[in-house]
């Protein structure tokens, strides 16, 4: 049975950091996405990584938000710096599944989501 959990979140305020935690257990070395959903809008791709660590980002972050994984612990981070109000969301992690990893509907299994807030 494939489950992710993510962790990390919480309210910042503007230009601090955050790293938020994907537990990942039944499908090991895999690609893992990132994506958030602000209140009132769609769900929407942040970025990916996959097994080799290569990387893929949304114009909207890249420069500011870094993907790694550590593969002894099935465990992918998303370091974000800089945080601006705009980031306020729900962060989901979900594994890959086929087709293109910037895509939603190429994942198949989600985590329950962890909200982050950046306010004054």
């Known amino acids: 049975q494939v489950q992710l959990v993510e962790s990390g979140g919480g309210l910042v305020q503007p230009g601090d950091s955050l790293t938020l935690s994907c537990a990942v257990s039944g499908r090991p070395f895999t690609t893992v996405g990132w994506f958030r959903r602000a209140p009132g809008k769609e769900r929407e791709f942040v970025g990916y990584i996959n097994y080799m660590s290569g990387t893929n980002y949304a114009d909207s972050v890249k420069g500011r938000f870094t993907i790694s994984r550590d593969n002894a612990k099935n465990t992918v981070y998303l370091k974000m710096n800089s945080l601006i109000p705009e980031d306020t969301a729900v962060y989901y992690c979900?594994?890959?599944?086929?087709?293109?990893?910037?895509?939603?509907?190429?994942?198949?299994?989600w985590g329950q989501g962890t909200q982050v807030t950046v306010s004054p």
């Open positions: 979900a594994v890959h599944f086929r087709g293109i990893a910037t895509m939603i509907g190429s994942y198949d299994y």
